[in-house]
Each structure stands twice: as structure tokens, then as C-alpha cells.
């Protein structure tokens, strides 16, 4: 069974970085599109980026394009998402997950991670 582990969440002023990490085990990684998401309080849990398989195709919410970056690494294997330019806005906890499909649909992840906190003051 696959596991998912995130790492790299804390507090950052507004127009700050964050790298967020998700180690894998127990599966073949490679056999996965991986997902990020995160979940606001008093939100639904919504989509923030998606990596294909091999990394050629990357999906981005709206809110986060052109800041936020998902990468995977197959070898270590980790999948990271590079958050510049944070806003207020973005403070959640953000999630990684596995899926057979490379979507925005978080009802296809099969396996998902604890959660790792991201608070952005203003």
C-alpha cells in the first residue's frame, strides 16, 4: 500500500516561499499521478496542482498559476510543490495524493498524506 508523507509546511509573511516535499513508499511510485491539495477552515478540501506519471503534463488551479510549482523526482521518489509569492489566501493544510488518473478530481485519489500546515500572515 502506497504512503504518503508531507513535509515543509510553516509560518511565512506574505510574499514568502514555501517548499513543500511528499515522500512516498510502499508502492511503485512511478505507477501514480500525484496531486496536491489543500483544505482552508470552514472550506471544502480543493485542488492545487497535478503531475502526470513521467512529469510531462502538470495541471494548476487558477488561484496558484504562475506561483506555485509541483515537480516529481521518480528516483527518491518524492513529488514537491514550490509555493513563491504566498499569500494570506493560501494558508491551509495542504495534502498530497496518489491516483491512476492525472486529474484535478480529488474523488480519483486513491492514497493520501496527513497533511502538512501552511499559514501565511499578512
Known amino acids: 500500500q502506497v504512503q504518503l508523507v508531507e513535509s515543509g509546511g510553516g509560518l511565512v509573511q506574505a510574499g514568502g516561499s514555501l517548499r513543500l516535499s511528499c515522500a512516498t513508499s510502499g508502492g511503485p511510485f512511478r505507477n501514480y499521478a500525484m496531486g496536491w491539495f489543500r483544505q482552508a477552515p470552514g472550506k471544502e478540501r480543493e485542488f492545487v496542482a497535478a503531475?502526470?506519471?513521467?512529469?510531462?503534463?502538470?495541471y494548476y488551479a487558477d488561484s496558484v498559476k504562475g506561483r506555485f510549482t509541483i515537480s516529481r523526482d521518480n528516483a527518491t521518489p518524492t513529488v514537491y510543490l514550490q509555493m513563491n509569492s504566498l499569500k494570506p489566501e493560501d494558508t491551509a493544510i495542504y495534502y498530497c495524493?496518489?491516483?491512476?488518473?492525472?486529474?484535478?478530481?480529488?474523488?480519483?485519489?486513491?492514497?493520501w498524506g496527513q497533511g502538512t500546515q501552511v499559514t501565511v500572515s499578512s
Open positions: 495524493a496518489a491516483s491512476r488518473w492525472h486529474t484535478p478530481d480529488s474523488t480519483k485519489y486513491e492514497y
Open positions: 503531475i502526470t506519471l513521467s512529469g510531462s503534463s502538470i
